[in-house]
């Protein structure tokens, strides 16, 4: 899989292109303006598995060799990936201020916009803003062991590219895709891709909470030597389908991720689309502050 130029012509040493797919829940933390990063909530649910797998690239972007390809366990709370010479500059007002490229103007209603903005943040469905119609959403309290929190630094990420056919929401109590008060949202994200940059060749780091809970070394990265790491958080079921439509997993954030004022709302994506064998399992996006505190 090519990545997009938008990741491939940033500057810095590339230590690892990252692919985040699955149930998951973006948040770009800027609280501290000198310490900004990406966070990733997994849900750990029964109908779900997070696996993380590791593959170690040579300069031409070919695999040598797999590296980890590990389930991540129920007891792991939180993991931190970084570099030890990572790249922040990215980060600047000038470049990338949201994490990866966010034209202000972008409309996902807008029928340019997959060819014009295609790998743009704002594929994912916020979860926090508007477009659900579910009403005003705060954070769900934390519940223990129902989270598994990735802060994943000096990285840079975006989307693949959009869907090729509309999703519907609709509420979850009207069971269906098409129902009275169903709604259509042209186009949404795929799969989440980003890089992680250095200044100069080093170590990708990964420390877990419980300590060593993950159970990842640390992997040498320099400009001939990078890695591809997979964080996918995938259904080992089959969803509901009503055709030509197959149900999301929008509906299992709720209580879990986010709490609402309004009706929640269930997500259906065509079964013809990328998303037909598990139900649309893409990441959304949650613009609060922090995502924290899930697991505190």
């Known amino acids: ?34 310490d900004k990063f990406w966070e990733v909530a997994y849900p750990r649910l029964a109908e779900h598995e997070l696996r993380i797998t590791i593959r170690e690239l040579d300069a031409t972007g070919q695999v040598v060799r797999t590296v980890v390809d590990q389930a991540v366990g129920a007891g792991v709370k939180s993991f931190d990936i970084s570099l030890t010479n990572g790249s922040t500059g990215h980060y600047d007002p000038n470049q990338f201020p949201s994490g990866g490229p966010a034209d202000p103007n972008f409309d996902r209603n807008d029928p340019d916009a997959p060819v014009n903005l295609p790998n743009d943040l704002g594929w994912m469905v ?18 223990s062991g129902l989270i598994t929190l990735a802060r994943i630094r000096h990285s840079l990420f975006c989307n693949l590219e959009p869907e090729e056919q ?44 419980p300590a060593g809970s993950l159970n990842i070394d640390p992997l040498p990265y320099t400009l001939e030597r990078s890695y591809q790491i997979e964080i996918k958080n995938t259904d080992v079921n089959l969803p509901e389908h009503i055709p030509p439509f197959v149900r999301g997993d929008l509906f299992r954030l709720y209580g879990v991720v986010i709490n609402v004022t309004g009706v929640k709302k269930d997500l259906w994506a065509h079964s013809n689309s990328e998303a037909a064998p598990d139900g649309d399992c893409h990441s959304d996006i949650a613009s609060f502050p922090t995502l924290q505190p899930l697991i505190a």
């Open 1 to 34: 899989m090519e990545l997009p130029d938008v990741l491939t012509s940033a500057e810095g040493v590339h230590a690892a292109e990252v692919h985040v797919d699955g149930l998951s829940v973006f948040c770009f933390n800027t609280i501290d303006q000198n």
């Open 126 to 143: 916020d979860l926090a803003g508007p477009e659900l119609r579910h009403g005003d959403a705060t954070l769900a309290a934390a519940q």
């Open 166 to 209: 509309e999703v519907r929401i609709s509420p979850i109590d009207e069971h269906g895709p098409t129902t009275r008060n169903s709604f259509s949202l042209p186009l949404n994200n795929t799969e989440m891709v980003g890089v992680l940059l250095g200044t100069a060749a080093g170590d990708i780091q990964f420390v877990s909470d």
